[in-house]
C-alpha cells in the first residue's frame, strides 16, 4: 500500500549529489510554496534504519540553501517537505550511508491506517498462520481485485472448520465471523474443505483472482489425501467413517498443481497471487514456477531471516488452457531447479543456517 506521495523536487545517493540535484531544479515551480505568507516543516523518513533527533535537525539545517521565505509551523503547516533516505531492504546488513537520498513536497498520503484497522492483533480468530494486514492488502492490490471480483484462496487456513482431536471449532471461529467483525459478512460466499491436490471445481468455473499462502512445511504440514496401493480404492466404496490416507505433499508438486488450476480455473486477464518460501543462497529465478498459460508479472522479495525469505510471485492469465498444457512444466528448464524447494523445511530447521549466520558474523567482528 502506497504511503504517501510527494512531488519530487531533488534526488541523490549521496547528500552533495541530492544537493545538486535541488539546486538545478526550477526556482519558479518552488516559489508558490516558499513565499513570505506560507508556512511550512520538513520531515525526515528513513527506511530500515533510525537516526537520531540530532541526526534529523543536521539534515534539515544543511538545506538552509533553499528559499525559503515563510515560518516554520510543525503544527498545522500549509505545506510539509520531506527528506527520505533508502537504506535497502535487508534488516540484517545495513549500510552506514543511504543507497538513494530524495527530496519532496508532500501531496497526500494512503489508507495505510487500514492496516491498524484490520490488525491480527485485533482479530476474532486467528491461526498460526494468519497473514498480516499490510501484506493481505498488497497481494489484494497485486491481484488488482476490484468490486464484484470473485476471488478464491485454496489455502484458506482460519477459514476452514478443522478438527482437531475430534472437536469442531466454535460457530464463531471461522472466516464468515472474521468479515462480520469488520462489516464485511455480504462479500462471503462460502467456504469447503477438500483436497487443493484434488481440485473439487466442475469445468467452466472461472475466479478473478486467485489469492493465497501455501502452507511450507513449517507452522503448517504439507500433506495431501491419498492411498499407499498402487490401484486407489474408490471413495464410493468406503464407509463414510473412511479416514483417507495422508501423505507428503511436496512443495514443487503443491504449486505447479496450483498453476495448473490457476490456468485452467482463472478468467482470461485474472491474476494468480501466491508466496513462494526460498533458501537464499540456492535461489535462482529459475526456481520460479513456469506454465505457459501464466505470465509472470513480478516478483519481490520479503525477508524471514539472514538466508530464508519468501517471494510474492503475481502471474496473469494470458491463454486459454488446453489439456496438453497442464504436464508441459515437465518438459521446462525451470522444472528440475525448482524440485530443490523440497527440501525447505530440512534447510531451514537444520542448523546450517544458524551456522552460517555465526561464521559471517565472527568474519565481520
Not at 121 to 129: A, D, L
Not at 148 to 163: E, Y
Not at 190 to 211: E, H, M, N, Q, Y
Request: charged letters at 25%.
Amino acid at each position: 500500500m502506497e504511503r504517501s506521495i510527494f512531488e519530487l523536487w531533488g534526488h541523490g545517493k549521496s547528500p552533495e549529489e541530492l544537493y545538486s540535484s535541488l539546486k538545478n531544479y526550477p526556482v519558479e515551480k518552488m516559489v508558490p510554496f516558499l513565499h513570505s505568507d506560507s508556512t511550512y516543516k520538513i520531515k525526515i523518513h528513513t527506511f530500515n534504519k533510525t537516526l537520531t533527533q540530532e541526526e534529523k535537525v543536521k539534515r534539515i539545517d544543511a538545506l538552509e540553501f533553499l528559499p525559503f521565505e515563510g515560518k516554520v509551523n510543525l503544527k498545522k503547516p500549509q505545506h510539509i517537505f520531506s527528506i527520505l533516505e533508502d537504506y535497502g531492504l535487508d534488516p540484517n546488513c545495513i549500510p552506514e550511508n543511504p543507497h538513494n537520498i530524495y527530496f519532496g513536497r508532500w501531496i497526500a498520503d494512503g489508507q495505510r491506517e487500514l492496516i491498524e484497522s484490520y490488525s491480527v492483533k485485533k482479530r476474532h480468530f486467528i491461526g498460526n498462520t494468519s497473514m498480516d494486514a499490510g501484506l493481505s492488502f498488497i497481494m489484494a492490490n497485486h491481484g488488482k481485485v476490484k468490486e464484484n471480483d470473485i476471488v478464491f484462496d485454496p489455502f484458506v487456513g482460519t477459514g476452514k472448520a478443522s478438527r482437531k482431536n475430534q472437536k469442531w471449532r466454535g460457530p464463531d471461529e471461522n472466516i464468515r465471523a472474521n468479515l462480520r467483525q469488520y462489516g464485511l459478512e455480504k462479500y462471503y460466499l462460502d467456504v469447503l474443505v477438500s483436497d487443493a491436490s484434488k481440485p473439487s471445481w466442475r469445468k467452466g468455473t472461472c475466479f478473478d483472482a486467485i489469492i493465497t499462502d501455501p502452507p511450507y512445511g513449517i507452522r503448517e504440514s504439507t500433506r495431501r489425501t491419498g492411498s499407499q496401493k498402487e490401484v486407489p480404492k474408490g471413495i464410493e466404496k468406503c464407509p463414510e467413517s473412511h479416514v483417507p490416507v495422508s501423505l507428503s505433499y511436496h512443495l514443487s508438486d503443491m504449486f505447479f498443481d496450483l498453476l495448473n488450476f490457476a490456468a485452467e480455473t482463472l478468467v482470461l486477464g485474472g491474476r494468480l497471487v501466491y508466496w513462494l518460501p526460498v533458501y537464499t543462497p540456492e535461489y535462482s529465478e529459475e526456481m520460479v514456477p513456469w506454465h505457459p498459460c501464466l505470465k509472470l508479472i513480478s516478483n519481490c522479495e520479503q525477508k524471514l531471516s539472514s538466508h530464508t525469505s519468501r517471494r510474492l510471485i503475481t502471474m496473469e492469465k494470458v491463454k486459454i488452457f488446453e489439456n496438453r498444457d497442464q504436464y508441459s512444466h515437465l518438459l521446462s528448464d525451470r522444472f528440475l531447479p525448482y524440485q530443490g524447494h523440497n527440501s525447505f523445511r530440512e534447510k531451514y530447521f537444520s542448523g546450517v543456517t544458524k551456522r552460517i549466520a555465526k561464521e559471517e558474523k565472527s568474519s565481520q567482528e
